[in-house]
């Protein structure tokens, strides 16, 4: 699959592929006359005459989803992401394959895809990528939009409980401030206190990955914008 993929990735004519498009190939209602305007298809049909089960058109469709948010980019753009993405351990073909398979919704693919996108424009760097690929995989996207909130109480004492998705994500840390001075106080009677401070505080603030998250979250996230 990574060799017709690749050729997906890289063609010039990604653009005139629709979701419509995919779904007649995997329905192979897909006709000669299409296949003869839209080269690229001819990929995807041999992809899907390669990998026939259901869970396979699935992985398919996802796949597709990805594929498809780069259809604004050039095909110099797409084919320098995935040469970026190359090392030893494999290709840029088989890397956002293998993040593909462990995006668990349609959505989550679509949201990939504009990453992909953003690392084809030159708006991440590899390291930067690939920190944001394993938040999309490990989150519930619907959490991820608290990063917008968060801002404006930056640095500020904050309930905690508001902001545990992000916490545990990485995208917010806490920081203690410096203890309040404990003070001996007069005691007129048992039940007053003998002393009081001590207290420590905690602020809280975005993360190196929650700015980052924060810097492109309306390119990934575009129908949050008001």
Not at 141 to 160: A, M, Q, S, V, Y
Not at 179 to 194: T, V
Request: negative net charge.
């Amino acid at each position: 699959m990574k060799e017709q993929i690749n050729d997906i990735i890289k063609s010039e004519n990604l653009q005139e592929v629709t979701l419509e498009l995919v779904e007649k190939v995997l329905d192979n209602e897909i006709t000669n006359e299409l296949l003869k305007e839209i080269p690229v298809l001819k990929s995807l049909v041999a992809v899907k005459n390669i990998y026939t089960s259901y869970t396979d058109r699935i992985f398919i469709k996802k796949a597709m989803n990805v594929l498809l948010e780069l259809g604004e980019t050039n095909w110099k753009e797409r084919t320098e992401l995935t040469t970026e993405l190359d090392d030893e351990n494999g290709s840029g073909a088989e890397k956002i394959l293998l993040a593909v398979d462990k995006l668990e919704t349609i959505e989550k693919c679509k949201v990939y895809g504009r990453l992909c996108k953003l690392k084809a424009m030159k708006k991440l760097d590899v390291k930067d990528f690939l920190r944001l690929t394993k938040l999309i995989q490990d989150a519930y996207l619907d959490d991820l939009i608290l990063i917008i909130d968060f801002k404006k109480r930056e640095n500020k004492e904050i309930n905690e409980g508001d902001y545990t998705p992000i916490i545990v994500l990485g995208l917010i840390f806490q920081e203690p401030s410096e203890q309040e001075p404990i003070q001996r106080l007069a005691q007129h009677n048992e039940y007053d206190p003998e002393f009081k401070g001590g207290e420590i505080k905690f602020n809280y603030f975005l993360s190196d990955l929650g700015a980052i998250l924060l810097e492109h979250y309306y390119d990934l996230f575009p129908e949050d914008k008001k």
